[in-house]
């Protein structure tokens, strides 16, 4: 028992796992921060490891969360929270429902548990849009799904109740998949056929575009979706018309489905791009310039 003089009692500076098989997408420190005023001796002899009375917090302690991403535990994904946090015993908040460090708020629950595979490297990217702090993006699509169990790769004859229990496909599989009603399993059938626009010039120019950081999709001139990005070198906006994603298979064979910046770093963008590249330049490969497109890339930065 240390006596009313002592320090308070603070959690070694610890760091949450990195690995996404944990199911955390980005980084997520927690920092003890405490006071140098005494504490009383009561409040000492709890540690945060051990509950000797798990009831108590600890006082003039608190956590400096700095949490970006998403956990699964327990079949509830939660987001990982930010700002200073108490310093109780698991059972008590900040720790809530699963024992956590800085846990948010459940933001989904699974229907079948957690994820059991290790995570999908085609959607991680996708995924660590909408954790980043940058975004704060809220998951629109659907994608918070991939880290619950009914959210792993399906393949042909996988039972299904619906053609969501049939996303998304296994790699293996080279069109996509979709619920037969009749047996309730997954069948295969085409990817989406390229649309008569897809690829082509979007008709923008260089001047006006918008910030151009790495590569984005907006609005075309030419087409309802436009994939640009800054081409230094040739100073023109490369571009191409796509098509609006979630998956792989929503795009059509030869594409895979990317994440992306909105235009003047709005919520992340899903479109396809043809090829097999999903990281930046290389997935910039099928864009190509116009002669309409030179002008100033101080424009393209305003």
């Known amino acids: 028992m240390a006596d009313a003089a002592a320090p308070p009692v603070c959690h070694p500076l610890g760091y949450a796992s990195l690995s996404r098989a944990a199911w955390l997408v980005g980084f997520v420190p927690a920092l003890a921060a405490c ?26 302690c608190h956590w400096d969360c700095m949490g970006t991403g998403y956990r699964c535990m327990d079949g509830d994904v939660f987001s990982l ?17 699963h024992g956590e460090w800085c846990e948010g708020p459940t933001v989904h629950q699974c229907q079948t548990g957690c994820r059991q595979q290790p995570q999908d490297e085609r959607y991680a990217a996708c995924l660590d849009y909408l954790a980043s702090i940058h975004w704060l993006a809220p998951d629109t699509k659907g994608l918070i799904r991939l880290l619950c169990h009914e959210g792993e790769p399906k393949h042909v004859l996988d039972p299904c109740a619906s053609d969501e229990d049939c996303r998304p496909v296994e790699t293996s599989v080279p069109g996509a998949l979709r619920c037969d009603t009749a ?42 979706l436009c994939h640009v990005a800054l081409d230094s070198a040739s100073n023109c906006l490369a571009q191409a018309c796509t098509m609006e994603c979630l998956l792989d298979e929503d795009c059509p064979a030869g594409s895979v489905c990317v994440c992306g910046d909105g235009t003047q770093i ?37």
């Not at 056929?193 to 030419?222: M, R």
Request: glycine share 10%; with cysteine; net charge negative.
């Open 35 to 60: 006071s140098s005023e005494p504490v009383p001796a009561a409040s000492t002899d709890a540690s945060l490891e051990g509950a000797a009375k798990p009831d108590a917090c600890v006082p003039n």
């Open 266 to 302: 709005q919520s992340p963008q899903h479109y396809c791009v043809k090829g097999t590249a999903r990281t930046f330049p290389e997935r910039t490969a099928w864009l190509s310039c116009a002669s309409t497109d030179a002008g100033s890339t101080d424009a393209a930065s305003d």
């Open 183 to 224: 047996t309730h399993r997954c069948i295969e059938y085409p990817r989406p056929a390229e649309p008569v626009d897809y690829g082509s010039h979007c008709g923008l120019a260089l001047s006006g575009s918008g910030w151009v950081g790495s590569d984005f999709a907006k609005p075309g001139d030419t087409c309802k």
């Open 81 to 97: 929270a930010r700002g200073a946090m108490k310093c109780c015993h698991p059972g008590d908040p900040p720790f809530t429902k």
